[in-house]
């Protein structure tokens, strides 16, 4: 019996039409566009205005079905990774299960913030694999604009609103999800959090007031982690496949600082060329941010038929993964 590999067969993206530039941002907080830059790499970022996530991950879905080639009603199951729902419940994944019309599919959200994506396709690899389902959608998609502190200068300048979509189905040929690896430190979780809103401080006029359902970040602490994390993920997924660095064709790494992104590239020994960078146009979209990443290095032709890549993420929880994949 042929050996299974999970494989991408389709892609979608989307992000709102709104711009938020960074002389917006000079016009709203005590910040400057040279600040910005760089301590960043982002210039601007995109933002809902009545959008909802589910509206940001349908369109991503029906374009990732399209060009899959996939009916909706054939959908095994919908995987949906986002720290900003539309509501606590029901899920997201149902929310859009109705809007395409995906009668058939299982559906459940997973939150692993910014490593979300690469959580969801891990998941995904596995319900492969083991023969359970043939067609699943995995979208990541945040809108992070809703818990945003705009009065926060050392945060609000980070962040933006997005989505991306697969489509992941089996194949018999050498190419797909070759490895996956996942990590996660809950040590950390006072470093990067949202701190009320949930059973542990229910929404409250003093909780309203003290502004605690915004995100909070203990910025120089995170980074410090980020990078040594991101790099542990992509050696362990390198070393999973039986992959070395140098074979690595395209690298993306989660999009949340460009002196990060940067560093992990060193600390692998991956030449900046290979690395794909969108964080100057969308910010940092969390669990979005590698999915999006991913189709537009398709797109480009960054990432074409036998091309290795490999993706890495961090976030909160502290979580952190990788995922190599040959195309």
Known sequence: MRKVYAQISGLGMYVPARVLTNADLERMVDTSDAWITQRTGIKERRLVEKETLTDLATIASKQALENAKVRSEDLDLIIVSTTTP?????????LVQKEIGAKNAACFDLAAACTGFIYALGVANQFIL??????????????????????????????????????????????????VYLGADGNFADFLKVPAGGSRLPASKETVEKRQHFLKMKGNETFKIAVRAMGEAAEKALSLAGVSAEEVDCLIPHQANIRIIHSVAKRLGISEDKVFVNIDRYGNMSSASVAVALYEAVEQGRIREGTIAALIAFGSGFTWGGCVIRW
């Open 86 to 94: 539309d509501m606590q419940f029901p899920s997201t994944s149902c």
């Open 130 to 179: 083991s023969g359970t389902y043939k067609n699943i959608l995995v979208i990541a998609g945040e809108v992070l604009s809703s818990i945003t502190d705009w009065k926060d200068r050392s945060t609000c300048v980070l962040f933006g609103d997005g989505a991306g979509a697969v489509v992941i189905q089996p194949t018999t040929e050498k190419r797909g999800i070759i490895s």
